[in-house]
């Protein structure tokens, strides 16, 4: 089992930043591939970022690509989601995810989920 624990979240005006965090317990984290998705209201889950436990480089969607930057530091089995430049589009409950593999987690089909952590942002 892996244990996922998000916090960073708040309301932002749009222009604005803001780092997500996400703490992981349980199995070895830094053999885990770990990832971040969204949910606005009214919408379906979405793929956001994913970066695997080997050094190849990071997954984004096209919508985010160029503003956030996912970046993990194994000895804190801690994974962060640094968003510049927000939009009010961003908004909504951002979920961490983990899996042994990237490639499910772009796909989204992560075996672990956090509870989410709820970003506003203000026109």
Not at 33 to 57: C, D, H, N
Not at 65 to 78: C, L, Q, Y
Not at 95 to 109: D, F, K, L, N, S
Request: charged share 15%; with cysteine; hydrophobic share 35%.
């Amino acid at each position: 089992q892996v244990q996922l624990v998000e916090s960073g979240g708040g309301l932002v005006q749009a222009g604005g930043s803001l780092r997500l965090s996400c703490a992981a317990s349980g199995r070895t984290f830094s053999s885990y591939a770990m990832g971040w998705f969204r949910q606005a209201p009214g919408k379906e889950r979405e793929f956001v970022a994913a970066i695997s436990w080997l050094t190849s480089p990071p997954y984004y969607a096209d919508s985010v690509k160029g503003r956030f930057t996912i970046i993990r530091d194994n000895a804190k089995n801690t994974v962060y989601l640094q968003m510049n430049s927000l939009k009010p589009e961003d908004t909504g409950v951002y979920y961490c995810a983990a899996h042994p593999q990237a490639r499910r987690i772009v796909v989204g089909t992560p075996d672990y989920w956090g509870q989410g952590t709820q970003v506003t942002v203000s026109s």
